[in-house]
């Protein structure tokens, strides 16, 4: 299987999760299982682990009824982009603008955009 880093930002991965209480965080969420640069063992991966969950099931093991396994795909950037959003979302909340400087900068998120105020020149 040809496993990558899921958080290196700078290459097309596929993640498959787990979607299952998690006992240190008190909590269910995604938690990431492993990551590959190639689509067909990403969903390889995903059936073997949900056919395992199908069968573990139907032996009656106590498992999670809201537990199983999904996927996806991360395009390279996405993290960087990501934490641009964030960053003008957590911005904007507490009424700060930021610099033109860094607004020029950020690579926002393709569902994401922002508005400018422009001052009207003094003639």
Excluded at 34 to 52: T, V, W
Excluded at 70 to 98: D, K, M
Aim: hydrophobic letters at 35%; zero cysteines.
């Amino acid at each position: 299987m040809a496993r990558v880093d899921p958080d290196d930002d700078s290459i097309e991965r596929f993640v498959v999760r787990r979607y299952a209480y998690d006992p240190e965080r008190h909590e269910r969420r995604h938690q990431v299982v492993a990551a590959f640069d190639n689509h067909r063992e990403y969903m390889k991966l995903i059936s073997k682990l949900s056919e395992d969950l199908k069968r573990r099931r139907a032996a009656g093991e106590s498992v999670d009824p809201k537990e199983h396994f999904n996927g996806v795909a991360l395009e390279p950037g996405y993290r960087r982009r990501h934490a641009a959003g964030h960053l003008l979302s957590s911005a904007s909340r507490h009424g700060v603008s930021l610099p033109d400087a860094v607004m020029d900068q950020l690579e926002l998120p393709s569902n994401m955009g922002f508005l400018r105020s422009v001052s009207p020149s003094s003639e």
